[in-house]
């Protein structure tokens, strides 16, 4: 029997993340872990426990007493949020990772998800269908911290036989959290502006290309790859992982034809500097052939679905 414990469960990931595999696997083999306070110990429907990732000791023994079998680790400072808090950011995003792969190569743990990102390539990287293997050159905190855990986990899986899996998200859309401080948010943001105003400022310039995903497409690809047999699992760095390419003006016009009066207006920020190091592009074809990925979101079916259900009241 599964039992999984999901850390960073309250971000935009986890929170999706938690619903889908609870309604998978069953409310009591799913506990949901943050360093939150809740006011009781339910989340979503299931058990909510209140963690420190960077408490080695805690985590360690919660996953060892509870018997855990899988790990998703999803606890990180994100993009723009670790450019101002460069120390934090690489110490928690690097120390939370070795606890969980030492637990599992202790013999602790039979699994792993660990998420990196596009933030691991860098200005040297080609910008256009970025191929899984290529230069990487990040010029972030989040995205040297996102390199290095890449080649920490390659190397438990070949050292120590860890059974870690991974996939470079590219930005990442949903309706149901509020955007964590990213340099892609804008794409979620826009939608709240969009129905609330009409008006939307945004920090990038129009024509920023960057590779996105809408979060249903991103949750059933992280749930893929951990239930694809471990010989079908041929890269253990991380998967490359494609959606939608988009841009600024291309995502407003979109919307555009839903709210006729919406209009973009821009005012460039530090985010910009980061955005223009990333891809336009993502090539994913090795995880089509290694475990038969396939996107179902366009740009055109994932704004209706934004329209539809953000919900405004919570900005």
């Known amino acids: 029997m599964k039992k999984i414990l999901i850390i960073g469960a309250c971000g935009q990931i986890g929170t999706e993340l938690v619903l889908e595999l609870r309604k998978r696997f ?10 939150h306070d809740m006011e009781n110990s339910q989340f ?17 023994t919660y996953v060892i007493d509870n018997k855990i079998t899988e790990v998703y680790l999803l606890a990180a400072l994100l993009s723009a949020t670790a450019e101002k808090n ?17 637990l599992a190569k202790d013999g602790y743990l039979e699994k792993i998800f660990w998420p990196s990102s596009i933030a691991v ?7 256009d269908l970025t191929p899984q293997y290529t230069i990487m050159e990040p ?29 470079r998200y ?35 310039s129009e024509n920023t290309g960057l590779p996105m995903m809408f979060m249903e497409d991103a949750i059933r690809a992280t749930i893929e790859l951990m239930e694809a047999p471990a010989e079908n699992v041929k890269i253990r760095s991380s998967y490359n992982l494609s959606g ?36 336009n ?6 995880a089509k052939k290694d475990w038969n990925w396939q996107e179902e979101f366009t740009m055109q079916k994932m704004v209706l679905e934004m329209l539809s259900h953000v919900d405004i009241s919570k900005i």
């Open 244 to 279: 939608i390419s988009l841009t600024p003006k291309t995502l407003s016009a979109e919307i555009k034809k839903h709210i006729p009066n919406f209009e973009i207006s821009y005012q460039i920020d530090f985010r910009q500097k980061i955005a223009d190091s990333w891809p």
């Open 170 to 204: 590219p930005g990442l859309i949903s309706h149901t959290s509020l955007p964590g401080g990213g340099t892609t948010d804008y794409a979620v943001d826009i939608f709240y502006h969009a129905k609330k105003t009409e008006k939307y400022t945004c920090f990038l």
């Open 86 to 102: 460069p120390d934090f950011a690489w110490k928690l995003n690097m120390e939370g990772l070795f606890t969980i792969l030492d």
């Open 281 to 286: 592009s993502i090539d994913d074809s090795v």
């Open 139 to 167: 010029s972030t905190v989040y995205g040297i911290s996102k390199q290095a855990g890449e080649r920490w986990c390659e190397y438990y899986f070949n050292k120590h036989g860890v059974d870690v899996r991974s996939i």
């Open 121 to 127: 390539f860098g200005p040297t990287t080609p910008k």
């Open 26 to 35: 069953g409310n009591e083999n799913v506990i949901a872990a943050d360093i």
């Open 44 to 60: 979503l429907g299931g058990e909510y426990v209140k963690m420190d990732v960077l408490n080695q000791e805690q985590v360690r």
